[in-house]
Nanobody, 120 residues
Framework: QVQLVESGGGLVQPGGSLRLSCAAS????????MGWYRQAPGKQRELVAA???????NYADSVKGRFTISRDNAKNTVSLQMNSLKPEDTAVYYC??????????????WGQGTQVTVSS
């Protein structure tokens, strides 16, 4: 079994910062893409940031210049540093990882979600 566990959400004032972390564990042969989605109430889930195993990153236009994604391949972790947070960043954030198991199948796994609330 594979598990993704997130940490780091919470309440922050506008202009503040938060760091989200996600750790993958279990029977992992290799991890390809890792990243973060978010879903605000009444809205569709949207991609926030992605990071390929080779280190190529991709960001939603709404977070460029404010969020930074990073990963540690040795530890199977991905993090999202969020600066200059805005109320519109309020959402549940989900990490994901495309993982190849020892049975040679590749599937997308999801974290449990962590709430980020930006409010004064």
């Amino acid at each position: 079994q594979v598990q993704l566990v997130e940490s780091g959400g919470g309440l922050v004032q506008p202009g503040g910062s938060l760091r989200l972390s996600c750790a993958a564990s279990g029977r992992i042969f290799s991890i390809y893409d890792m990243g973060w989605y978010r879903q605000a109430p009444g809205k569709q889930r949207e991609l926030v940031a992605a990071n390929t195993r080779g280190g190529i990153t991709n960001y939603a236009d709404s977070v460029k210049g404010r969020f930074t994604i990073s990963r540690d391949n040795a530890k199977n972790t991905v993090s999202l540093q969020m600066n200059s947070l805005k109320p519109e960043d309020t959402a549940v954030y989900y990490c994901y990882a495309d993982i190849r198991s020892f049975q040679s199948t590749t599937s997308r796994y999801w974290g449990q979600g962590t709430q980020v609330t930006v409010s004064s």
